[in-house]
């Protein structure tokens, strides 16, 4: 039976390369964000490989998450699996210079917009028991790096709701996971240092992960038997040790 993905934070990065690998599969896909020209863009790419629906709303935004989620169509209102992937990080700085309007963010996106999506979709899950959800945490989610701090905080809390997720929807036989990379050459670094002409410094000297590449492992997650559910996985590029060993060019 066809199945049918909800993504967050299709616009760009991980969610689109996402989208583009489900899409392969048949997969009909609900795709958010709040750049609707891309959301657009997209959905005319791929309308040849599956039906593709799009919710145009900031995850910031309670009410317009839960109107959206709950106001799709007869053909999309099935959702078997779930992507939360909409989040960023927003600056780098020790925590005694950090700015407020980035700590909201991060929490408001990150933390409570993952929430609010879930909560919105969760019910229908528990109701059919059966639904799949994935978090994309980070390797800021398993390890504290130096400026890294409310980042940090944000994805350490992505994973003790996935982990907590896990436990209260085991009853329902719904599957919870989470997929954490390391560093993944996206828009990321453009939204964490804003404006900055080197934001793209972060990639240099070395081959990051590529969208595709966490999009890959996102795809093998969902395609396991309905026995196998893959609870957390830590994925580096090869020149990635953790979060602050990356062997780069001199
Ligand atoms: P991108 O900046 O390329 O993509 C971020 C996506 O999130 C965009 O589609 C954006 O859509 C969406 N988004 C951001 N804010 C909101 C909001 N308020 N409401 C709705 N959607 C929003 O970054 P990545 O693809 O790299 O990031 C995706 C996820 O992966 C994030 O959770 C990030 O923390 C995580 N991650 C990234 C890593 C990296 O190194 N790149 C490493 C580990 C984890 P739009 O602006 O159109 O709303
Ligand atoms: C993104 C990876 O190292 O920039 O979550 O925090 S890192």
Known sequence: MTKTALITGATSGIGKATAFEFAKHGIKLILCGRR???????????????????LNFDVRDKEATLNAINS????????????????NAHGLDPINEGNIDDWDAMMDI?????????????????ERQSGHIINIGSSAGKEVYSKG????ASKHAVLA???????????????????????????????????????????????????????????????????????????????QANSTIVNKEA
């Open 36 to 54: 609707l020209e891309r959301l657009n863009t997209i959905q005319n790419a791929l309308k040849d490989l599956t039906e593709v629906h799009i």
């Open 72 to 87: 799709l169509p007869e053909n999309f209102k099935t959702i078997d699996i779930l992507i939360n992937n909409a989040g």
């Open 110 to 126: 990150n933390v409570k917009g993952l929430l609010y999506v879930s909560k919105a979709v969760i019910p229908q899950m528990t």
């Open 149 to 152: 701090n409310v980042y940090c």
């Open 161 to 239: 709701i996935t982990e907590g997720m896990r436990i209260d929807l085991n009853p329902y036989g719904i599957k919870v996971g989470a997929v954490n990379p390391g560093l993944v050459e996206t828009e990321f670094s453009e939204v964490r240092f804003k404006g900055n002409p080197n934001a793209n410094n972060t990639y240099k000297g070395f081959k990051a992960l590529q969208a595709k590449d966490v999009a890959d492992v996102i795809y093998f997650a969902i395609s396991r038997p309905p026995h196998v559910n893959l609870a957390d996985i830590l994925m580096f590029c090869t020149a």
